[in-house]
């Protein structure tokens, strides 16, 4: 079975930086593309970042293009999120995923952006 563990959140002022990380208990990033999402009480879960097999196709949400990085590094089954310039506007609890996702989504970190 496909677990997903997702860490780094935290409270940070806006404009700051967070890197979080999302790692796999099977290969399964070695097989497809993987990804981030995230959610806000009341919204539905939104995709953020996602990054090819080789690492080498990136696509990004416009709301975050140009501030977040997504990266992975398939021996060690973990994929990341670079956060930087944060806006409050970014405060969710944010998964990683396979691209499409699968159903076996983690329990996400929170990321919240305040003053």
């Known amino acids: 079975q496909v677990r997903l563990a997702e860490s780094g959140g935290g409270l940070v002022q806006p404009g700051g930086s967070l890197r979080l990380s999302c790692v796999a208990s099977t290969n399964i990033f070695d097989i497809h593309a993987g990804g981030w999402f995230r959610q806000t009480p009341g919204k539905e879960r939104e995709f953020v970042a996602q990054i090819s097999r080789n690492g080498l196709s990136l696509h990004y949400a416009d709301s975050v293009k140009g501030r977040f990085n997504i990266s992975r590094n398939n021996a060690e089954d973990t994929i990341y999120l670079q956060m930087d310039n944060l806006r409050p506007e970014d405060t969710a609890v944010y998964y990683c995923?396979?691209?499409?996702?699968?159903?076996?989504w983690g329990q996400g970190v929170q990321v919240t952006v305040s003053s």
């Open positions: 995923n396979t691209n499409p996702p699968g159903n076996f």
